[in-house]
């Protein structure tokens, strides 16, 4: 059974930083593309960042230079660290597993900016 379980979401103040960590179980962690997704009230889900399998990185314009993503192909661990985090970055954050035919997405985590 594969699972991606969030967490590390929470209430943080405009300016303040937050580390989420995405658990993976039941898959070959290591060939997997990897995500953090974001979906605000009322608005589509969004991508955050992505790292393949190859460890190639792409933080969309919203998040780059304010975040890091890094993965534990060891551990089979994906973390999110946020930093400067702004009323804007208030979402549902989700991690997502996936390459050729297999699609898998965590339950999510709030995270929710303000003072």
């Known amino acids: 059974q594969v699972q991606l379980v969030e967490s590390g979401g929470g209430l943080v103040q405009p300016g303040g930083s937050l580390r989420l960590s995405c658990a993976a179980s039941?898959?070959?962690?290591?060939?997997?593309?990897l995500g953090w997704y974001r979906q605000a009230p009322g608005k589509q889900r969004e991508l955050v960042v992505l790292?393949?399998?190859?460890?190639?990185?792409n933080y969309a314009d919203s998040v780059k230079g304010r975040s890091t993503i890094s993965r534990d192909n060891a551990n089979n661990t994906l973390t999110l660290q946020m930093n400067s985090l702004k009323p804007d970055d208030t979402a549902v954050y989700y991690c997502?597993?996936?390459?050729?035919?297999?699609?898998?997405w965590g339950q999510g985590t709030q995270v929710t900016v303000s003072s």
């Open positions: 997502r597993a996936f390459k050729v035919a297999r699609d898998y």
């Open positions: 039941g898959i070959a962690f290591s060939i997997y593309h």
């Open positions: 790292v393949t399998s190859g460890g190639i990185i």
